[in-house]
């Protein structure tokens, strides 16, 4: 297992997401899995990088707060192929932060297609 190898402090946020995680208490995984992600940036091995982003993304494709986000997400994406992440922002009932979250790791996942335009993305679906 990967988080053998990572750093004491980054091990144990993951193994505590991990244990929400099993326990099916996804409200707790996202929030150890969030400081997971707040701790990548200090990593420098790509390899530990590439693993936490592989579980990263892993759990939220099966989070049903992800899911169910998605689901409309995807439909706006869907009538409005294009449609820059900030003008999605007002077209849905969820705050930017949860946005965000879905449509990283929906690009991760393969689903969503991202391009940088300006200060925000422009959105497509990978199937579309």
């Given at each position: 297992d990967w988080v053998r190898r990572?750093?004491?402090?980054?091990?144990?946020?993951?193994?505590?997401?991990?244990?929400?995680?099993?326990?099916?208490?996804?409200f707790g995984a996202s929030t150890w899995y969030q400081k997971c992600a707040?701790?990548?940036?200090?990593?420098?091995?790509?390899?530990?990088?590439?693993?936490?982003?592989?579980?990263?993304?892993?759990f939220a494709m099966h989070n049903p707060n992800f899911i169910g986000i998605w689901k409309d997400v995807r439909k706006v994406i869907a009538e409005n192929p294009g449609i820059l992440q900030t003008e999605l922002y007002k077209m849905?009932?969820?705050?930017?932060?949860?946005?965000?979250?879905?449509?990283?790791?929906?690009?991760?996942?393969?689903?969503?297609?991202?391009?940088?335009?300006?200060?925000?993305?422009?959105?497509r679906l990978a199937d579309g």
């Open positions: 990572a750093p004491l402090e980054l091990a144990e946020l993951v193994l505590m997401a991990r244990e929400h995680y099993l326990k099916g208490d996804y707040y701790y990548s940036p200090r990593l420098k091995d790509e390899e530990l990088k590439w693993a936490l982003k592989k579980e990263l993304t892993g849905v009932p969820y705050d930017r932060e949860q946005v965000r979250y879905v449509t990283y790791f929906a690009e991760e996942s393969g689903l969503l297609k991202r391009e940088r335009s300006g200060r925000t993305y422009s959105l």
